[in-house]
């Protein structure tokens, strides 16, 4: 290398420039692990975009990413939403709209996997969505392992602003998850 070329690169690294990243989302970890779950998950959340509990076509897709517990949980609601149907024809079932995974009922449009807190009996993965430029919150995504491989147990809402408490959706569901406190998360 010549002492110009040296010197060009010794600036540009003094100056911060590196090379260009792509636009769009980055890839995810390695689905053995919590975050790649996490992200493998809501990558393909983001593509089929479900509106209120998933069709059994959606469950499926994203059955790779969940515990027999909570398809279970989505399985009884769907139930639920059927009988609801058929007992009040005209009026609107529970669960068919808004975004079950996350705080905001409009869903977000985007994401960032965080850290993973390994606690005694569970593990979370933070996940920071954001809903257009303006809205942006932080969830925790409940992780266990199950016929060897990591899955989604539950999700812990923060709570996206006032329409939008903080919860579980197990609870939402109706069917409770272990007693753990909400994720503390902020709306910006």
């Known amino acids: 290398m010549t002492l110009r070329g040296l010197l060009v690169l010794l600036a540009a690294l003094a100056t911060g420039c590196s090379a260009p990243r792509p636009d ?3 890839p995810c970890p390695a689905s053995d692990t919590p975050q ?5 998950f809501y990558a393909r959340y983001l ?14 897709a994203l059955a790779p990413w969940l515990s027999e517990g909570l398809q279970a949980s989505l399985d009884a609601a769907r139930r639920e939403q059927e009988l609801f149907r058929v007992r009040s024809p005209g009026e609107k079932p529970p669960f068919v709209d808004g975004c079950l995974f996350a705080s905001l009922f409009e869903g977000p449009t985007s994401f960032d996997v965080g850290d993973v807190a390994y606690g005694r009996s569970d593990i ?19 992780v266990r392992r199950e016929r060897g491989v990591y899955v989604i147990d539950d999700v812990v809402f923060a709570g996206a602003g006032p329409f939008n408490p903080p919860g579980r959706l197990s609870e939402a569901l109706g069917h409770p998850a272990q007693s753990v406190p909400p994720a503390r998360g902020d709306y910006e």
């Open 124 to 142: 979370r993965v933070a996940v920071r969505f954001r809903y257009g430029t303006d809205t942006h919150w932080q969830d925790e995504i409940v």
């Open 24 to 26: 769009g989302p980055q």
């Open 47 to 60: 593509e089929l975009r479900p509106s209120g509990v998933p069709t059994p076509e959606q469950q499926a």
């Open 36 to 40: 790649g779950v996490v992200c493998n």
